[in-house]
């Protein structure tokens, strides 16, 4: 184990109420026997893992965390708490549905010590809401951002972007709704669609139109403005936060910090090794995981595309050390002339006005 660095810990809560027709993640609808099931096992690996390294950041995904009742939650809360050091202003958040978000439950969570809470919006269109198969509405998702903002100061939202009709305009007015409610960080994710699910067939019937490629690149972009005008910062390819309201969590991860993953699916990072649990109940249950040694190649890799995709930049020294002077790259001097990557001091950046054509920048600078 690494020596006691600050660590973070991500909890996988692979349920949910419906299946959404967008949806190809491993989530899944069942019973409260098998729910009870899964928290005996997810306990016991909280447990088994414990590590000495103060944790500074705590975040329950899923799927959907907030389903779970009260008492379900407290029991993990509870072995974390009781396990692990963790840092009185431990940044902790719960992603939440709007269906499933209670007066009660919102108490619950703050006794708990979360603090931050990432509702999935997904829209605030109505009819795209019920073609994509979310349990809420629009006047239910504004309600319950009002209730959650009584309790939590820090709440963000997700929003989807290549939904049928939804063009930069829209993605603006439904953006501008939920900065009036005071939610202070918006994840924007763009439609993929997968050949197992829902949306997919009604597509193929023509039962659904999403955006294209060109259409949806231009309403992120209108919406990226619209969020910047209204004074948050891009501080990641798909994350928009006012000053102070950042992820600490996902930072953590894009700065390649250590974390513990618990759950079905779910991965850690420890000592330069990647570790996932496998994904099926009968795999987690036997506690079958994967690991991944990264070759000296492999790491420069992903320093750089999580470095470049956020504010936090590449540690030049860090790609030095694996042998890498990237500076040496035949794309390199020009992209820093037409002011598409900056280097300050030893951090390279890429601008964000680019960061729609970041993948191709990233590939043209691996080794
Ligand atoms: S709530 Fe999220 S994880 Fe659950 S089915 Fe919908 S998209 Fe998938």
């Known amino acids: 184990m690494a020596e006691n660095k600050d660590m973070s810990i991500y909890v996988h809560i692979p349920f949910c109420e419906q299946k959404c027709n967008y949806c190809a993640f491993a989530s899944f609808c069942v019973n409260q026997a098998q ?19 103060p944790i500074k950041t705590i975040y329950f995904g899923g799927g959907t965390p907030s389903l779970l009742s009260p008492e379900q939650f407290k029991r993990i809360v509870d072995v974390i708490y009781k396990n692990y050091n963790v840092y009185d202003n431990a940044e902790f958040t719960v992603e939440a549905n709007p269906n499933s978000i209670t007066e009660e439950k919102l108490d619950m969570w703050k006794k708990l010590r ?6 999935g919006v997904q829209t605030l269109k109505e009819k795209n809401l019920r073609k994509i198969g979310r349990l809420h509405d629009k006047m239910m998702a504004l309600e319950k951002i009002k209730l959650a903002r009584r309790q939590f100061d820090n709440v963000s939202a997700d929003i989807l972007i290549g939904l049928e009709d939804e063009n930069g305009k829209q993605l ?13 960080h918006i994840s924007c994710y763009l439609l993929e669609v997968y050949e197992n699910t829902k949306l997919y067939q ?10 294209d ?20 910062t891009r501080y990641e390819i798909s994350n928009f936060a006012y000053p102070g309201y ?7 991860y894009w700065a390649r910090g250590e974390y513990l993953g618990f759950g079905l699916g779910a991965h850690s990072f420890v000592d330069g090794k990647r570790v996932a649990n496998l994904d099926s109940f009968a795999g987690f249950k ?29 540690d030049l020294t860090k790609l030095m050390a694996l042998g890498y002077d990237i500076t040496l790259n035949s ?24 960061y729609h054509l970041s993948n191709t920048i990233i590939a043209n600078l691996l080794p």
Request: proline share 2%; hydrophobic share 35%; aromatic share 8%.
């Open 202 to 211: 009604m597509i193929q019937d023509r039962r659904y139109k999403p955006l």
């Open 246 to 252: 950042e992820s600490k969590h996902n930072l953590n």
């Open 172 to 184: 603006a007015k439904n953006a501008s709704m939920l900065l009036d409610l005071g939610v202070k």
């Open 114 to 119: 979360v603090n931050r809470l990432s509702i």
């Open 213 to 232: 490629e060109e259409e949806m690149i231009a309403s992120f972009n209108k919406l990226s403005s619209y969020l910047q005008d209204k004074g948050m």
């Open 35 to 53: 729910i009870e099931d899964y928290l005996n096992d997810l306990c016991q690996e909280i447990e088994q893992r414990k590590v000495d390294n």
């Open 331 to 354: 794309f390199y001097k020009d992209y820093i002339q037409e002011g598409v990557l900056t280097q300050e001091g030893e951090t390279l950046f890429l601008n964000p006005v680019f």
């Open 286 to 314: 036997a506690k079958k995981t994967e690991v991944e040694d990264l070759s000296e190649t492999e790491q420069i890799e992903e320093i750089i595309m999580l470095g470049l995709r956020c504010c936090l930049g590449v």
